[in-house]
């Protein structure tokens, strides 16, 4: 049956999105400490490749009565790919030079604050709903710069404080470069665009990319059994989750899917834990922060918009 015929509630939407979320962060937080900076190269080169080879046939095969993409969403497809090499390539880079949930907890924490600027400057619309939504917002960025401060304390001599700085700002830019990913995922959505047909295009810079920085940092090839290992791994973080993450997206009010997504930290950081990796008790508190802050935004905003569209041909 296709998916035009379904009809998703809002809180079925927001659990697509939180179900994305929780497979990611377990692969996330394995991969924490893990995977150097030329493998996360590596990794992203693969498993983006695999994302778009697979929904691509996926769109070629499924049985669809609709037209050629309008130039509109073809546009908004080169900008989605843009702002998805940057989020990710910035994200797994990121994660090679300090933990993943501290990577995480930034990118989650200043994802809605870069959205309501962003929607308010480009479009002129606005995505917030009364002065307490604005504070919760206000407490996850708080919380993320703490988290930052508290990971820079953390990091051991001026070499391991380079890469830690150098790691804080890949995953600033991800945090911007996340909402700019969400509002147009919306953007599409409401165009009536399918998910299937956005996830086959919208990876091709981030693969290539990925690809030639890995050619041009001059690391050798790693052997068969890690190529395995990121391979495995690109397909549990990277070419389903993501495909049901852009179904939720679409269906979404950005700024309350961008609050889901900032449940990512806390489910990180259980990870890490859970894989042998010491907690630091501090950075939990502060990452517990920015995780109940946007629980109580969602549920702030739970009331708004109780029907969303059925997403179109799948």
Known sequence: MPISAWRFSHNRVL???????AVQAVVQGIMSGRVSASESMIFSAMAFATAAAVFG????????????????????????????ATTFLSFYVSISLVPASTTSSIESALGPVALMVIARVVAGRRNWHGRIELILVAVMVGFGLLLAYRTWQLSASSTGSVRTIAGLLLAAVAGNG???????????GDSGISPVWVTAHRFHLTYVLAAVAWLFGGTPMPDAGELTTLFVFGGLAVVVPLFVLQVGVQRAEPLRAIAIIALLPGLTWLTQVAAGQPP???SLGLIV??????????????????????????
């Open 178 to 188: 996340m909402a700019v990913v969400v509002l147009l995922s919306k953007a599409l």
């Open 57 to 84: 046939v996926i769109d070629k095969l499924r049985p669809s009565d609709a037209g050629p993409a309008p130039r509109g969403a073809r546009v908004s497809m080169i900008w989605m790919n843009v702002a998805t």
């Open 280 to 282: 630091d008790l501090v």
């Open 289 to 314: 922060g920015v995780v109940l802050a946007s629980v109580a935004f969602t549920a702030q905003s739970a009331s708004r918009s109780v029907v969303v569209p059925g997403v179109r041909d799948l």
């Open 15 to 21: 659990l697509l999105i939180l179900a994305a979320v």
